[in-house]
């Protein structure tokens, strides 16, 4: 009898873990879809602390995983789909920051980093 509870419970456990483990996974794939992936070529990136100030004004407009690589001359980003900001306002936040933007790309996939590729 002790022998069938404890099976029963550990069965009753897995399940549960994998039913939690398959929300988890659609949940994280919905997030990805609901994201716009948006890549700045930046004029002027020459030092962390001239990184540091145009990553605040990106945070600003919505982003919370910016990457700035200054040997590329490129900030990264993802914003949901609903606060997704325009080329113009882009533009300007990269302005104000003090650089010159150069070409915006918006897609629906990350992007490759420079860096893990080598």
Known sequence: MK???RTGI???????TF??????VNAQ???ETDKTYIKIEVDGL????CAYGLEKKLVQAGSKDVLIELEEGEAT??????QQPTEEELQKIVKDAGFTPKEITFS???FKMKKDEK
Not at 77 to 82: E, G, I, L, P, Q
């Open 3 to 5: 022998t069938l509870l």
């Open 77 to 82: 980003m993802s914003v949901s789909k609903d």
């Open 19 to 24: 039913l939690l483990s398959t929300t988890n």
């Open 108 to 110: 629906s996939t990350p």
């Open 29 to 31: 794939s919905k997030s």
């Open 46 to 49: 020459s030092c962390p602390f």
């Open 10 to 16: 550990i069965t009753l456990f897995a399940f549960a």
